[in-house]
């Protein structure tokens, strides 16, 4: 079991955000179902945003419903929410106003239906010091407001300057068979020297890794994922060479490639010095969660084989488009 703000969750966590974030989100009725199919399964650690939709019905909206519903429910979840952005947008704003205004509508729109475990500004605003941002949210911490404080897409050096303010109860950035930076840029390292874990967002690559995508035109016409660089047209078919050679190993081993992508991202887990690594698939099916939540065990031997695919097959592209990338750091 993994720790967050003191609390035990499950191996695998949830990911919220294509219940409410997508042209065509899921009903209610379905998105309960995924919801409690997740608890069900052990994967307690939910992953929610205020910018996960629009400011009218986002993942807030969403968990209210559902905890109104099933209030038995609210104390079993771990829940972890992202906001620090100028409203109606996705310009990043860590000023105290802006945390406060954040969190404080997280609060409202919760309405006392379910605790704030952990609140992370989405991206480092780079006009405001990390120092601050993170005093600012500290301070939500102290009042009892909200249980802890995460880290979202920054870089090592942040991490470190982050610690020294308060203690940072997770850091959430992208970790998969498609973006291993994390591993080579320091984050994964100075995470463990600091006794954090790790929050691994798009394990399954944004579902590129499933291998449900067999060509460009097998995605749908107002799919989101077309935005991203990997996605598109002249690139698609040679990123896709690493899903078939994952899917060969998925072959041998009697399960598929998303489990085989699932199982990767855990095996690195406290193993060779890393954190603890806490991937939170996305679903909005209970077929997938229950798939998800079945990940493939693999050998030392089934890792060289995976590590020796990666080192022939680099993925192609950014992981996001040009101005997304400026907010991330790296």
Known sequence: MVKL??????????GLMGLTW????PSQEQSFKAMRTALASGANAWNGG?????????????LNEYFTKYPEDAEKVVLSIKGGVVPGTMNT????????????????VLDGKKFLDLFECARVDKKVPIEDTVSYIAEYVKAGKVGGISLSEVNANTIRRAAKVHKIAAVEVEFSLWATEILENGVAKACAELDIPIIAYSPL???????????????????????FPRFQPDVFDENLKLVKEVDKVASKKGCSPAQIAMGWVLAHSKKNGLPEILPI???????????????????????DVMNDILKRFRPIGDRYHPAAMAAVEG
Do not use: W
């Open 5 to 14: 703000v003191g609390k035990e969750v499950g191996t695998i966590g949830y």
């Open 50 to 62: 205020e910018i996960y939709g629009s400011l009218e019905r986002n993942s807030l909206h969403l």
């Open 22 to 25: 997508r042209a065509k989100p």
């Open 93 to 108: 704003d860590g000023s105290k106003a802006g945390v406060q205004r954040s969190i404080d509508e997280c609060l409202k």
């Open 281 to 303: 698939p996305g679903a909005t099916t209970a077929e997938r969660i229950e798939e998800n939540m079945k990940p493939a065990q693999l050998s030392e031997e089934d890792m």
């Open 205 to 227: 690559g944004r579902g590129f890794l499933t291998g449900q995508y067999k060509s460009y035109d097998d995605l749908p016409a107002d799919s989101h994922l077309k935005i």
